[in-house]
């Protein structure tokens, strides 16, 4: 299959923010519906991150912190399945949509809404944590160049991501209902969070990565070494931000502005391996937690197992 590499940065000043670590330019892959489409599936590429503390940035991998090989504007083959396949039979409202996959190279779950240098040990620079500035060019891009019509009533968006890109769908899904706020009206803007649930995890010796505080305090440490925020409504009503990264923290206030629908194992492997849990007691402890964080909170707030798709 043929995708376009867009490159934002390379295309206009206006974009000039959206950077990988190391400031190359930010960069999505491009593969327009066969037949005109109104309908977009937008997908957030994951890869952990990197804070300084659970996970050094010295040790970040290349290829999630520069941009992607191909020039901007070139052709170039990706063999994304899923929720980008072509065959009708997976999904026929999907199989004929726009799609769009972002490289991910921000290493800040897509939250970092900071356009300057940052500390970092990835370089003696420093690093950009600019995944919202991503986010936002890609968006507008897509708006300004590529067909993504807000004014049309028969545009349909999937938002989603995966792990780190999921965590980033959910963090960052306010940024796509301000840039389309008719479809978000109309309940045309959809997200789909895959492995993006975390919850509020606290065991001594099983802490995630190198840290050695909770979950909790590790993710505000994050946020700040980001320059990052959370879902704005989420960190307007919480009385500590660090609730917006679990599960349930920010779906009552995400899924009451956006239908939302999450996939989340309650053994998930890569949550557990890097919080080195390998099985036995402390397992068990993990599958309940998760899924007592499932469990209805209230009749307004509602969280796992009540997530319901509305892609139509």
Known sequence: AQYESVKPALRDAAWSAARCNDGTPFAFDLRLAPQPSNAWVIHLQGGLFCDDNAFPCSARGAAL??????????????????IFSRSAGADP??????????????????????????????????????????????????????????????????????????????????????????????GRLRLFVDAGWMTDWDVAGFRMGAATVSDRDMWRMA????????DPDCEASEADEA???FGPGWYPYVAARVPTFVQQSSIDSSFMSVHGIAGGATQTMWQSQVEASFADRSEERRVGKECRSRWS
């Open 65 to 82: 912190t520069t941009t992607t090989p191909e020039a901007d504007a070139s052709l170039h083959a990706r063999n994304l399945a899923g």
């Open 93 to 186: 409202n999907l199989a004929a949509a726009n799609h769009v996959q972002a490289h991910y190279c921000s290493s800040d779950f897509w939250a970092g809404a900071t356009t300057a240098r940052r500390p970092s040990t990835g370089s003696a620079q420093g690093w950009y944590f600019s995944g919202r500035a991503n986010v936002d060019a890609l968006l507008s891009i897509l708006r300004q160049r590529y067909g993504l019509d807000d004014s049309n009533p028969a545009t349909e968006v999937l938002f989603s991501g995966s792990s780190a890109g999921g965590f980033g769908a959910h963090l960052v899904i306010a940024q796509a209902e301000a840039q389309l706020p008719a479809t978000t009206a109309a």
């Open 223 to 230: 946020r700040a070494f980001w320059g990052g925020t959370f």
């Open 243 to 245: 609730s917006c990264m």
